[in-house]
């Protein structure tokens, strides 16, 4: 029993320290020295330099002055990442379709002008993980002259400024055109720093 019991321990003592110490912290070794933005959350900061965010996470913005994403879908806490996941509300559930009436009717209420303009799939419903911090190139243009007027700019300057923040699909046609709505609030109040 001892022939056989002791190899077993040692053998499990050694695979345990190597994949539970020595590989994981290989890994954050090589993540910190060639991705260390990444690997430490895509963090955007401010002016000021103070953390403000990461481009992986969406923000609730309710300030007319600035462009909204998407809805959350966590419930607890809009955009908590500990709650990722969808709403898992289907086509046909009443709650998707009274959710989605009332978000069309607060945007609606917020720009009066934009009345006659449908608003984009992408302003009254939440992405897949419920987190997504981008909107369609479509859905920032629609905001346009909500955002013009509450901050007295021209349209034009608001429209360089999307066209400016605009991902355009990789390789020219793998994923859609998106706008990541923090990097554009920010580069309204003046540039993110790296």
Do not use: C
């Amino acid at each position: 029993m001892n022939n056989i019991l002791r190899p077993a321990l040692v053998l499990f003592v050694l695979l345990s320290a190597i994949t539970g110490i020595v590989y994981p912290l290989a890994v954050t070794g090589v993540a910190q020295s060639a991705f260390a933005e990444k690997a430490n959350g895509s963090l955007l900061r401010n002016t000021e330099g103070q953390a403000v965010g990461s481009v992986l996470i969406g923000q609730a913005f309710a300030d007319p002055k600035n462009f909204w994403g998407r809805p959350s879908a966590t419930a607890d806490k809009p955009y908590n990442g500990l709650a990722s996941g969808g709403s898992n509300l289907g086509p046909l559930n009443p709650a998707l379709r009274d959710a989605v009436a009332q978000r069309v009717a607060a945007l609606r209420e917020a720009d009066p002008a934009s009345r006659e303009v449908p608003v984009p799939i992408d302003l009254v419903t939440a992405s897949g993980s419920g987190l997504d911090p981008h909107i369609s190139p479509e859905a920032a243009r629609y905001q346009l002259p909500r955002v013009a007027k509450a901050r007295g700019l021209q349209p034009q300057v608001l429209e360089a400024l999307i066209d400016q923040h605009t991902d355009w699909p990789w390789l020219g046609f793998l994923g859609e055109p998106r706008v990541n709505v923090l990097e554009l609030n920010l580069a309204l109040n003046g540039p993110p720093m790296p």
